[in-house]
């Protein structure tokens, strides 16, 4: 099971928070450096809202299904959008770090007033901006943001970056199971007002309410 960043901010009605956006940022660089590692040729998809995956053990994923709908193009690097082709590992590299920047800056300006500034320090800020820089060769490679993220966990006194992720999965997997709950009183509820026949038919569209959720 996994929880898309979009649905975690959905659910939660605010934006990240600047330690969330660290979190996210660095258990995403991991992820992209294994990627890489294991089918470079597998990594055309474009990082969004809809296409970061959080995971229940605190990963991070990504994915390029269920998400045709949604209007990437404030996602897409400029040079994917100009039909520029990317020939070269590095090329797709710099291509994931802006679409994974502008993807933070999403999240971390989610549902803030345009009157209100995002809450985000001043090296993050910067570090973001750079990722998501219109020139190719000026954003910063994988490698440098790895970097900067271990010396940021090193140098810092809160929690893990996988724990972070996990609190986010569990504030949509927490509201789908009291919507679950909530239903299931209900159901009950009307199958001590129906015949036994009636109850029984009720009684089989319980799964099917925690196929949906799921």
Known sequence: MHVS???ALEVRGGPLQEEEVWAVLSQSAESLQELFHKDPAAM???ISPWSLLLMPSGNIS?????VTQQDLRAFTAPEVLDGTSLTSISDIEKMHMYSLGMT???GADYEIPQSQPMKLGEHLNSLLLNMCDDVTLSRM???TVLDICSKHIRNSSCDPPFSYIRKLVRL???SLSQVYKASSGHLQVLSQLMPSQSRRSLQLTVPCLVAVSC
């Open 5 to 7: 960043l979009a649905e």
């Open 104 to 106: 933070l800056f999403w």
């Open 62 to 66: 990504f994915t390029d299904e269920y």
């Open 141 to 143: 490679s994988l490698r």
């Open 172 to 174: 949509v997997l927490g």
């Open 44 to 46: 055309g998809f474009i």
